[in-house]
């Protein structure tokens, strides 16, 4: 079994900043009350050692200048003369065998079993001192010596204790004050972090609030009306820029179902109305024939309109395949104005041919485009007019295919919709009732097939200006004494 669910689930940004304002406060504190309490380890320690040496020092001194004189050592081992008051010291001093010539009262049952150390040279420096803490939990620092008496006697071996136990008692409650402080302060830290993730978070609940209340219906309204945190400025901004695009495309969307409801029931009622006229009475064969052929011309019509729909589909879904081919430019535009020549020639429209140039494009497909626009140019351009096709290289990365036309052109209110689906201006519907409103966004969606780029614009001499980018897809090597 895997761990629980809600273990499983990601933190919340709360949760988060909590954990991590949290840690941030105990790394703080930490290095602030450790340095603290180093400094005050060390200088009991220091002040320990140094009471010890002294000790030491003190009674080496009288044993080396005093070696006859048993009263100061009585005082400084027996008495304690000249100790702090309020450091408590056993000293013990041993002749060279071992044996006890002098200690303080009480010191063997105090400190037995005391692991003194190996004794040090006798210049009271206490190298090796121990702390050792009895079963009574007092605690102590150990420190030995060898010291020659005066006059060459025997050496005889100094042991002194110093009871250091206020200086561990006071670190251990050191310790503890501050583990406590430490865990008040963490706890502390974590209350206001909480409380401050919360309310610094608010806006991210106030912006979750009111994109759910952005529905289909609501697409009008943006969220940067609100001054949000300059964080969430730009979340905001993005926002918009996506409810922007949402709402041109539902407004694109609607727009495409009205027109494809209206354009498919049409051909469906035209049929309809005609086979119920023919089934109404008894007919003559001529005009059964003239019904069935009224009847084939409206569900053909449907059919290019489905077909038309499924092809944008594929390329919608990029399910069309490509099959790119290294073709001459000049020579497909001049086969496409040899096929529309017979229709220009009826409307009174010239057709002319110029450029040159090499493209990579999918040839069935590149026809079909130019099919669309070259149809669209012949519609428009009224008689006397002239279409002209050109092809030229763009530098080494693109081959440019335009279709210029000599007609009113475009209304500028029309410009930004003639790659809708389905969208036709009242000129357009005037001119070829029959038409779907699809050629330009099957145009559009073969360049994006490609790769390339469709532009339209009216052009500043009149007429409109059609232009195919194709990209280059492979490199070509350059014209002999070219470098």
Avoid at 43 to 71: C, E, M, T, V
């Amino acid at each position: 079994m895997g761990p629980p669910r809600w273990l499983r689930r990601p933190a919340s940004l709360s949760a988060r900043l909590t954990l991590l304002f949290s840690a941030a406060t105990a790394f703080l504190l930490v290095a602030s009350a450790g340095p603290l309490y180093w400094s005050l380890h060390r200088h009991l320690a220091q002040q320990n050692r140094r009471a010890l040496s002294d000790k030491l020092a003190a009674i080496a001194l009288i044993l080396q200048k005093q070696p006859g004189q048993i009263i100061p050592l009585l005082e400084e081992v027996q008495w304690e003369a000249g100790s702090p008051s309020f450091t408590r010291y056993y000293s013990r001093v041993l002749d060279g065998s071992g044996g006890v010539v002098l200690e303080t009262q009480g010191m063997s049952e105090q400190l037995k079993g005391a692991p003194f150390p190996s004794p040090a040279p006798g210049d009271g420096d206490p190298h090796g001192a121990v702390t050792w803490r009895t079963d009574s939990e007092r605690t102590y620092l150990l420190g030995s010596a060898w010291v020659k008496r005066g006059g060459q006697g025997p050496a005889r071996q100094i042991q002194v204790a110093v009871d250091v136990s206020d200086a561990s008692d006071l670190l251990e409650d050191y310790r503890r004050t501050m583990a406590l402080s430490l865990t008040a302060g963490l706890a502390v830290a974590a209350l206001l972090g909480f409380l401050t993730a919360r309310r610094g978070l608010r806006p991210l609940g106030t912006m979750a609030q009111k994109a759910r209340q952005i529905t289909a219906e609501r697409l009008h309204e943006r969220m940067g009306e609100e001054p949000w945190p300059a964080e969430l400025a730009e979340l905001a901004s993005a926002f918009d820029d996506m409810l922007l695009g949402l709402e041109d495309s539902f407004s694109r969307l609607s727009a495409f179902s009205a027109d494809l409801a209206h354009d498919l029931r049409t051909p469906l009622t035209n049929c309809m109305g005609e086979v119920e006229v023919a089934l109404s009475k008894p007919r003559e064969p001529d005009e059964y024939r003239h019904i069935l052929d009224s009847s084939l011309e409206e569900l053909t019509r449907l059919a290019k309109m489905i077909e038309s729909l499924l092809f944008l589909a594929r390329t919608d879904h990029a399910q069309t395949p490509l099959n790119k081919a290294s073709m001459d430019a000049r020579g497909e535009l001049e086969a496409m104005a040899d096929f529309y020549d017979g229709v220009a020639q009826e409307q009174g429209v010239a057709l002319a041919c110029s450029g040159a140039g090499t493209l990579d494009a999918d040839p069935v497909l590149l026809r079909q485009a130019l099919g669309n626009l070259l149809s669209n140019a012949l519609r428009h351009t009224p008689p006397g007019g002239r279409v002209v096709l050109e092809a030229r290289e763009e530098g080494a990365s693109a081959t440019l295919v335009s279709v210029r036309d000599t007609g009113p052109g475009i209304p500028p209110e029309d410009l930004p919709r003639i790659f809708d689906r389905f969208y036709r201006s009242p000129r357009s519907r005037s001119l070829n009732p029959q038409g779907l409103g699809l050629g330009l966004a099957i145009v559009k969606s073969i360049m994006d097939l490609h790769g390339g780029r469709l532009e339209i614009q009216n052009a500043p001499e009149g007429g409109v200006m059609a232009r195919l980018t194709f990209p280059r897809t492979r490199t070509r090597p350059e014209p002999p004494g070219q470098s």
